[in-house]
């Protein structure tokens, strides 16, 4: 099993930047992949930014270019950084955590922590 807990969010205004950690334990094999999803309610989940081991990043559309996703793997955790926040950044944002052993594939998300951006 492995526990994701997540820290940051609340309400934020236009223009400021948003930080989100996102530190994973329990039985992690040595592979793998951490990343942010984020979901309205009635929208499906959309991907924010991942990041797998070595480094390699992906970043969603809406984000690009004014966000940051980096991982300690000594801590297994994960960090989010969005500049220039929009309110349409507002959501729930979702650490994840992937990896694969043997073809199966293993994923677990966080509870989610809150994002308003608001004035």
């Known amino acids: 099993q492995v526990n994701l807990v997540e820290s940051g969010g609340g309400l934020m205004q236009p223009g400021e930047s948003l930080r989100l950690s996102c530190v994973a334990s329990?039985?992690?094999?040595?592979?793998?992949?951490l990343g942010w999803y984020r979901q309205n309610p009635g929208n499906a989940r959309e991907l924010v930014a991942t990041?797998?081991?070595?480094?390699?990043?992906t970043y969603g559309d809406s984000v690009k270019g004014r966000c940051t996703i980096s991982r300690d793997d000594g801590e297994k955790s994960v960090d989010l950084q969005i500049n220039d926040l929009v309110p349409e950044d507002t959501a729930i944002y979702y650490c994840?955590?992937?990896?694969?052993?043997?073809?199966?594939?293993?994923?677990?998300w966080g509870r989610g922590t809150q994002v308003t951006i608001s004035s």
């Open positions: 990041v797998i081991t070595g480094g390699t990043t």
């Open positions: 994840h955590l992937g990896m694969r052993e043997r073809g199966v594939r293993y994923d677990y």
């Open positions: 329990g039985n992690i094999f040595d592979t793998y992949e």
